[in-house]
């Protein structure tokens, strides 16, 4: 099993891949929402502002991050319903 290192937040959730897993965060920021990637060793990947499609997601409900998730577009899982997250900063 992977440590959550100290400087990532209770609320990350960590994505086991083949070669390397990544640590997600999720964070809303006015109407988007920061994603913060990082590497298992807790250094910080990327940090950008997403949009989700379709709206609706709640930030206060459980969810789960999954595949395909990377510093260009995230999905979660939420309530039985996929959403993807998009940036524009690349």
């Known amino acids: 099993m992977i ?10 959730q960590l994505l086991k891949g083949v070669g390397a897993s990544s640590w997600f965060e999720i964070s809303l920021e006015n109407e ?10 807790g250094e910080l990947e990327c940090s950008r502002l997403f949009v989700s ?3 609706g997601f709640e930030i206060n409900t459980e969810y789960e991050f999954t595949y395909i998730s990377h510093c260009k577009e995230c ?4 309530n039985n319903k996929t959403y993807k997250f998009y940036t524009d900063e690349y």
């Open 3 to 12: 440590s959550k290192p100290k400087n990532i937040s209770e609320k990350a």
């Open 32 to 41: 988007e929402y920061r994603i913060k990637r990082y590497s298992e060793e």
């Open 53 to 55: 499609s379709p709206e």
């Open 75 to 78: 999905t979660i899982l939420q």
